[in-house]
């Protein structure tokens, strides 16, 4: 009978521990949207990044010809 009580209380402790695994499991897939759409936002912010570098490229090249011109006519 004890081996009987012993084996109900794991039972209900194997449970009770699918229980919490399955709430661990709910966050845990709230958290990959979560991580999903923070990557999202990286890769749209990234593109933004390389359109302005592009433009500060640009800009240092127009800014190295008129130091160039510049140095030229003085």
Request: no cysteine.
């Amino acid at each position: 009978m004890a081996l009987f009580a012993n084996a109900m209380a794991l039972f209900a402790n194997a449970m009770a521990l699918f229980a919490n695994a399955m709430a661990l499991f709910a966050n845990a897939m709230a958290l990959f949207a979560n991580a999903m759409a923070l990557f999202a936002d990286a890769m749209a912010l990234f593109a933004d990044a390389l359109t302005l570098q592009s433009i500060a490229k640009l800009n240092l090249l127009r800014i190295n010809e008129i130091l160039y011109l510049a140095d030229y006519l003085l």
